[in-house]
């Protein structure tokens, strides 16, 4: 498994991974008060995946269900709509 220098020397992120796993010091367990106290996460310094996901709009596509093309409806289905793509191509 590749590691990368994230971030350069003015600490700008110059590498990253979409499905990056992010652990602490020595490949275990954060150190203890790295993140603050939450009920629902009790084991918050345990390592854990990160997901990276980018979002892409840019297709224009004619839509199957009107319902799409309803002013009503807009902002909310916008991003659903057939054309949209996530990463690895369109559809």
Do not use: C
């Not at 203890?32 to 106290?37: A, I, M, V």
């Not at 009790?42 to 839509?63: L, N, S």
């Not at 902002?75 to 996530?86: K, N």
């Amino acid at each position: 498994m590749p590691i990368f220098k994230m971030l350069n020397d003015n600490n700008e992120i110059i590498h990253s991974d979409l499905t990056a796993i992010i652990t602490g010091p020595n490949r275990g367990d954060f150190p203890l008060g790295t993140y603050t106290d939450n009920a629902l996460y009790p084991d918050r310094e345990k390592p854990f995946r990160e997901f990276t996901i980018i979002f892409h709009d840019e297709i224009f596509a004619v839509q199957a269900f009107d319902t799409f093309d309803d002013p009503l409806f807009e902002a909310t289905l916008q991003g659903v709509r057939d054309g949209f793509a996530i990463n690895y191509g369109t559809g």
